[in-house]
């Protein structure tokens, strides 16, 4: 119990901090069609929201970009129904990231200050197109729907006239200083509207276009076509209703509204009755913080970010969205971002990879850790977990005392499974242990994707779909590391590593030369190994050298100074049994065949003995005669050895 109130009290702090910098705005009412107006400053910036006379529960809300008062009939409508409606100037920055962090703030203080609904509605008139896309894509979850009126989808098109469209030449040469684009860069910019759609389908946000036929100012086949054509074939819901009576203005980019209480009725049906999702907060412990990062970058306008992992990392999602977070939140910043995630490998071969897959490709000033997947799925005991964990801290906090973490534990099956038992999956726990042990931010994405589906949020075989998150499920994930990022935490002195949790951990873990091995018999050192039987292979562990030997009492020796020792290797239709001694002692043996290797010449990371005496040990491994009745051979391919100094 105590341990709760003291969380609780950390997370409110945290949040008090968060919105200390609101405290001081100072407000105007005025108004606005007989609503009540509420004039404001924003970050130095126009900002206003109107008042309904009696707001419907839940406060919901619409969100005007860029033309505030043109076309405001369905405002109105939506005002005497119980919505508010609000607006900040970020006029001229053309969705630009500037513009995004300040939609993000400004979102933030109307939800947490004003308790305006936690999803909001987007209206985009033309160029306001590029804003309500540009923030929707980033927040996904945020959005109830979306009404576009002849909207700008992409920017070559207007202002670029680069298509049929005759453009704009003055705000053409804005956004190319803005966005920092050459001509032939602009050809093949990526953060446009039309583009990245998928987490937003995935959403299942509602989007309605407005549009003139005629428009020859934004052409809708260069915009809305392009963009309505991508989202629903991502399966994204969308209307259109073109607008051709009365008389049609500017070259067909102005037209009249017709039945705005249609349009009303749109945002209406798709915001009300207000949801509120559970929060993020009590998945997130900061601990330490992440406030030595931020103030290398703010500072010194540099930073190395890296990210450790298994598949969930090496895939596309929620990486590089925290990578462009981290871009957009510090504009000034030069950053090396280090993807160092390889599918299926967990926290033994993170431990012992670390050296070279990430420390010599640059020191972290962010980490980001995850293994319970696989840890999970490969079976590692939980003192395994812990000296990977532990090991793979106390080396980067060797390297970079000043450096900040994050672990994550990611969400699958079993571990949903686990907590419907009401237990906590042993994965889950060991990363909450070590994080809070070291001082590093944590992130239970297991247990929120869980209570989430629970509370009825999502559904895990239609949204999530699979331990490999759709991209449903990389929103999720990457909306709660940006509420971590987004917490202000201050500087802490340079860590003095602790006593070991477990004094066997692999602190010193490397991976050590196939050369290194002795007396080679029936062995042979193939330098740029691939699978003959046309067998699935990981990047990273085929097209490389390995040790082979496909014959029983194949065998070699291993000279070594450590206290631990293992080999990783591939583990593939043909993988054999092993023997071994270390020291002359008792024989061990080991079968290598995993119940994948039918389908896939897996990635295999096995301790041989990691609570050896300090110094120098002698390790014998010979093919085994026999062989699992499942495999098709006898093989044993080694990739690297593993030596815990």
Known sequence: MKNRFLKGILLLTFCFINLASFAQIEEKTTSWKGFDKVDFKFEGRDAWYVKPKK?????????????????????????????????????????????????????DYLVKQKQFAPRVALEGVSRGGLYVYGWAKRNPDKVSCIYAEAPVCDPKSWPGGKGKGKGSKEDWASWLKLFNQTEEQAANFKDIPINDLAGLASFKVPVVHVLGLQDKLVPPDENSDILLKNYQALGGPVSVYPMTRG???????????????????????????????LSRQPYIEVNKGLGNAFEK?????????????????????WRNKTSQYLQEHFPDTE???IAAGIPSLGSTPHAFRFSRDVLAKGTPDLLFVEAAVNDRGNGFSEKAQIRG??????QMYAKNPNANVVMMAFAEPHKNTDYEKRKEPTEVAVHQRVAKYYGAAYINLAKEVYDRITAGEFNWKYDFKDLHPSPYGQEVYFQT????????SKP????????????????KASYHALTEAKNLKNFTLVSDWK??????????????????????????????????IGIALISGPDAGKITYTIDGKKPQTLDLFTQWSNQLHLPWYLMLADELSSGKHKLHLAIDQNKNEKSVGTALRVVHFLVNE
């Open 55 to 107: 707001a419907i529960a839940g406060n919901p809300w619409i969100w005007r970009a860029h033309f505030p008062t043109w076309h405001t009939e369905m405002d109105s409508i939506l005002l005497s129904r119980g919505f508010y409606v609000a607006y900040v100037n970020t006029n001229d920055l053309f969705a630009h990231p500037k513009a995004m962090q300040v939609w993000d703030d400004f979102y």
């Open 247 to 277: 008389e049609q203005t500017l070259e067909g980019h102005h037209f009249p509204i017709e039945h705005p209480e249609i349009l009303a009725d749109f945002i209406v049906s798709n915001s009300v009755p207000v949801l509120k999702p």
């Open 297 to 317: 970058f703010t500072k010194e306008k540099k930073g190395t970010v890296a990210f450790l992992g298994g598949s969930i990392t090496h895939n596309p999602g």
């Open 389 to 394: 964990l532990e090991g793979i801290l106390r």
């Open 335 to 337: 950053f090396t971002f």
């Open 492 to 507: 802490e002195n340079a860590i003095q590593l602790p006593t070991p949790i477990d004094e066997f951990s692999y602190a």
């Open 531 to 564: 699978p003959a039987d046309k067998v699935s292979t990981r990047e990273g562990f085929v097209n490389v050298p390995m040790l082979v030997g496909e014959q029983a009492d194949a065998s070699f020796d291993l000279d070594f100074k450590g206290r631990g």
């Open 481 to 488: 590391i940006k509420e971590l990022l987004k917490m202000e």
